[in-house]
């Protein structure tokens, strides 16, 4: 069946890049979704790719897709304190005429000062 | 600028009983979800509502009922309380058209203990 994998945890230091990893298996999928949750709160998108693109940059954000290796990874630059939070990857297919996210576990970012 | 809202926040409940978490959209969209996080687990789709006056289960449907009751609004009620429904509720929604792209937005949440 479809499933989505992440690492679970990555601690940075202030400053560093953090790179974020999920695996995805549905070849079909049109959207691929980077969604951040901050503690007691809920999700919110980040950023998103379309399946027929390569990287799309936003800011401090840059994100990779490889297609034939089903990878998606998410890269902060500068990674700050304020962005320690819990990552999502999802990826979006089509269930009839609903759009259904298939969601991995979730990646917990720490940022060390 | 409300987005989705939840109510309660949070809430206690003894084995047995029975609760209903309220959502509620202001975006005019049309798809709305209910969504329990675990730990370990990541987040597990209840039920899913494409359209108003439309309702499918999702991944984890038992011991849940939902209403669609208009636009707006989509409830999820928890007949007999159980241990085992012990999570955070999120709802969602999205415009839900297909060929584009439909961000989810999220509640903040209901942190719902079953003692």
């Known amino acids: 069946g479809e499933d989505v994998e992440q690492s679970l945890f990555l601690s940075v230091r202030e400053g560093d890049s953090s790179v974020i990893n999920c695996t995805y298996t549905?070849?079909?999928?049109?959207?691929l979704y980077w969604y951040k949750q901050e503690p007691g709160a809920g999700l919110q998108l980040l950023t998103y790719i379309f399946s027929n693109m390569d990287m799309k940059q936003d800011q401090r954000l840059t994100v990779l897709l490889n297609k034939k290796d089903k990878h998606l990874s998410l890269r902060i630059a500068d990674t700050q304190t304020g962005d320690s939070a819990i990552y999502f990857c999802?990826?979006?297919?089509?269930?009839?005429?609903?759009?259904?996210?298939?969601w991995g576990l979730g990646t917990s970012l720490a940022v060390n000062p | 600028n409300a987005g989705v809202t939840q109510t309660p926040k949070f809430q206690v409940l003894k084995t047995g009983q029975s609760m209903t978490l309220q959502c509620a959209q202001d975006m005019n969209h049309n798809s709305m979800y209910w969504y329990r996080q675990d730990p370990g687990m990541g987040l597990r789709l209840i039920y899913y509502?494409?359209?108003?006056?439309?309702?499918d289960k999702g991944e984890v449907p038992n011991g849940y009922n939902v209403s669609r009751l208009n636009k707006r609004e989509f409830s999820l009620r928890l007949e007999s309380a159980a241990p085992s429904q012990t999570s955070v509720y999120f709802c969602?929604?999205?415009?839900?058209?297909?060929?584009?792209?439909?961000?989810?937005?999220f509640g903040q949440g209901t942190r719902l203990t079953v003692v």
């Open positions: 969602a929604s999205s415009e839900g058209r297909r060929g584009l792209n439909t961000e989810a937005f």
């Open positions: 509502s494409a359209s108003e006056g439309t309702t």
């Open positions: 999802a990826e979006g297919d089509y269930a009839g005429n609903n759009r259904k996210l298939i």
């Open positions: 549905d070849s079909s999928s049109t959207y």
